[in-house]
């Protein structure tokens, strides 16, 4: 990947609905060129697809929380017993394993703390493989950012 690759990334992560004419644009490229490197992108999966950035407070999911999980046992089979029950838990926006003294760190989304508690007493806690878990909250967001560093 070069520098020119790298600008088209950037500008992607910016607004994903530019079109090739826009694109080749800001990364001075002519749109043939341009098209030839977006669809080598998508094709090598550095580009796995395109999305929206949606309003989180605006969709009613004013709640963000941080969940620390420690497994009961370090064991391939709790560890996929684990790992696939979360995946099936649409609050679950965001998990990742993690090392130091939490397994996994989970980033879920809700309306309101009671639906926020009924998801850990009715969901979560019902996934296999849980031995503690740990929540924090986050009072607001300082920056959110879609742009991999180093790509401007």
């Known amino acids: 990947m070069d520098k020119i690759d790298q600008k088209l990334l950037a500008e992607l992560q910016r607004d994903g609905r530019l079109t090739n004419q826009e694109l080749s644009e800001r990364v001075s490229l002519s749109p043939s060129p341009c098209l030839r490197r977006l669809r080598q992108l998508e094709q090598d ?4 697809g395109y ?11 004013h709640i963000t929380a941080f969940v620390s999980i420690r497994l009961e046992k370090q ?3 709790t560890i996929k017993a684990f790992e696939a029950g979360i995946r099936d838990l ?8 993690m090392s130091g003294s939490s397994d996994y760190l989970l980033q879920v989304l809700s309306p309101s703390l009671k639906d926020y508690e009924a998801f850990i007493r009715d969901k979560l806690t019902h996934t296999p493989g ?9 009072f607001g967001q300082v920056k959110r950012s879609t742009v991999f560093p180093g790509f401007d």
């Open 45 to 48: 999966g550095v580009i796995e």
């Open 51 to 61: 999305t929206a950035l949606v309003n989180q407070q605006a969709c009613g999911l």
């Open 75 to 77: 064991n391939d089979r």
């Open 90 to 97: 649409d609050e679950v926006v965001a998990c990742y394993l």
């Open 130 to 138: 849980i031995g503690t878990l740990e929540t924090h909250f986050a």
